[in-house]
């Protein structure tokens, strides 16, 4: 492990929220790309242990590793989160598209969105992220940490891959 | 919004191409119109906005079956790109998508497989200036203190407060003023040294009157002075 690495593993530990890449390399002093080389450092050796390096866009995270969960949730005493078919669509148009308008939602979905936009919002699972520049200026959306940390992905690359379509059932 | 375990009139029109077993890309959507129509008619008492969302989808089915039915028949002017086979196929097909990475998410999530972060306020810091040679000085002040006679401390006759009093006390000056440093309530006449039993009366009665939601309590930063806020009443 390189001492740069150490450090930035250090800094995350005891941070109680993201830390972005540019504090790292403002703190650190080195290179953004020695910065991002020791973020892939750690990655790489969280792999192994009961923690992850989570990161969205360039803010980064450790967090707990999926596998762990049913454990720390009994030690924090913290809740499964449920959400409905219809909130659970919201919340995918939302992170696939992100940032997205509820609009755009209401025209994919073909139904009125308010209610699940606010049971999400309310969840801290989506949040705003500004205005699109168009008429009306509406507001545009996208996921948090939350959203991240409860399914349990370290980027929104991890986001799960449903690439076909689903398949009318074969029965004879 | 579900009816009738629907999430709107897409989800509708997926659930006939799934009931048909065929083929979402290549089914002659015109085909449903019947069918859609038929389960439209079965759901009872939809809100009026909800009905027009699948009766605007119903009416695209029956005019794309109208154009199969009559291929020689000219799209009128006001018919746009939006009321094409191909058009509500795409929706279709989009939603279908969103649904497969809905169910995905809800796996996901009932599977459990979740992360947690640290919880802030578990980093102690020590009390700012505190370095070994203040800690000496206040031990020696504290030598110093006990070496005194004991008796002039103990006869000296110590002023009573009660909480209730300091209750009054502090709901009085908050109606007045609506914010207060705790610095200086701590002190019973400005200019004077605080002293330790008037300090604690002080302090139970704003922890008092912060459980009766009387006060707000704002503290900027750790070991920082303590504003004592009139809470606003709803």
Redesign the interface.
């Known amino acids: 492990m390189t001492p740069l690495a150490r450090s930035v593993q250090a800094v995350l530990?005891?941070a109680?929220?993201p830390v972005s890449r540019g504090e790292l390399v403002r703190i650190t002093g080195a290179t953004p790309r020695a910065v991002d080389a020791a973020l892939g450092e750690l990655e790489a050796l969280c792999e192994d242990t009961g923690l992850?390096l989570?990161h969205d866009g360039q803010d980064w995270?450790?967090?707990?590793?999926?596998?762990a969960?049913?454990y720390?949730?009994a030690y924090?005493g913290?809740d499964?989160?449920?959400?409905?078919?219809?909130a659970?669509?919201t919340?995918?148009?939302v992170?696939?598209r992100q940032p997205a308008t509820r609009a755009e939602v209401e025209a994919?979905?073909?139904?009125?969105c308010d209610?699940t936009f606010y049971t999400l919002m309310q969840r801290r699972l989506i949040e705003e992220r500004g205005r699109r520049d168009a008429p009306g200026r509406p507001i545009l959306y996208g996921t948090t940490?939350e959203f991240?940390?409860?399914?349990?992905?370290?980027s929104l690359d991890e986001?799960?891959r449903?690439l076909?379509?689903?398949e009318?059932?074969?029965?004879a | 919004m579900a009816v009738d375990g629907f999430e709107g009139p897409l989800d509708l029109l997926l659930e006939l191409v799934e009931e048909k077993k065929v083929d979402i890309l290549t089914v002659r959507l015109g085909e449903l119109a019947d069918g859609y129509l038929a389960r439209v008619r079965a759901l009872d008492q939809l809100p009026a906005d909800e009905v027009s969302s699948f009766l605007s989808v119903a009416s695209r089915l029956v005019l794309i079956k109208a154009r199969s039915l009559l291929p020689a028949l000219e799209p009128s002017a006001v018919e746009d790109e939006s009321e094409t086979e191909a058009d509500l196929r795409a929706r279709l097909v989009e939603y279908a998508a969103v649904k497969g990475r809905a169910t995905a998410l809800g796996d996901r999530l009932r599977l459990g497989e979740r992360a947690f972060h640290r919880e802030g306020g578990t980093v102690e810091l020590p009390p700012r200036g505190g370095d070994t040679s203040a800690l000496a000085a206040a031990w020696t002040k504290v030598l110093t203190l006990a070496a005194r006679p004991r008796d002039e401390e103990l006869v000296a006759p110590g002023d009573r407060y009660s909480v209730e009093q300091r209750t009054a006390e502090i709901e009085t000056l908050i109606a007045q003023h609506e914010a207060l440093s705790f610095a200086t309530l701590l002190v019973r006449v400005p200019g004077e040294r605080a002293t330790l039993g008037f300090a604690i009366v002080t302090f139970i009665a704003l922890l008092d009157l912060y459980r009766r939601a009387a006060i707000d309590l704002e503290q900027d930063e750790l070991f920082g002075d303590i504003t004592v806020r009139r809470k606003a009443r709803a």
């Open positions: 530990f005891v109680e929220k992850r989570a995270q450790i967090m707990t590793s999926p596998d969960a049913a720390v949730a924090l913290a499964r989160v449920r959400l409905s078919p219809a659970l669509e919340l995918a148009v992170a696939y994919i979905r073909g139904v009125n209610q940490w991240l940390e409860c399914f349990g992905l370290t986001l799960p449903v076909t379509l689903p009318p059932e074969m029965t």
